[in-house]
């Protein structure tokens, strides 16, 4: 079989299950509205395959990477009806960080990429942590904090000399 037919297959079969859904459940999947993340996603896809099918100019990987991550956040967000927002944002640098990994990982290796990798991760991971400890903490009184802090470390202290 060839390879455009397989494609051409499947194109035709997503579209009559979007076409199905939207005619029994009334959910309208093949509006721009809920389509534009695929003008991300579908180029970040085809660099990404680009580079895997000739295994040449790793830099395809960098865009690739990029788009495919923020055209499946803004794909999730546009499904989720932008519920996620807050949560899902600290993801964006990590698409960066994502397609300089891969240049690292499948080109040279230069180690001069792995600074703006680990400063992105790091960012990411901060406001990601950031979220859920404000979240954690929204319902107990910052007051009681420190309090709670200290008899924390008295009991590990206490503890500890018991141990000994």
Known sequence: MK???IIFGIILILLGLSALINRIFF???LS?????PLFLLVP?????????ETRKDPGMLVPGGILT????????????SFHFKKYIWPLYPLSVAIGLF??????????????PIFILT??????????VFNKFFYWMDYKLLFPVILIGI???VLFNEMKR
């Not at 960012?123 to 990601?128: G, H, K, L």
């Open 44 to 52: 970040g896809i085809l660099f990404e395959v680009k580079y895997f």
């Open 32 to 36: 721009f509205r809920n389509l534009w």
């Open 102 to 115: 891969q240049l690292y990982w499948f080109g040279n290796r230069e180690k001069g990429l792995l600074i």
């Open 69 to 80: 991550t923020l055209g499946t956040l803004f794909l999730i967000e546009n499904i989720s």
């Open 154 to 156: 008295g009991l590990y």
């Open 3 to 5: 390879k455009g037919n």
């Open 122 to 131: 790091i960012v990411s991971v901060m406001s990601i942590l950031n979220q």
């Open 27 to 29: 959910i309208d999947i």
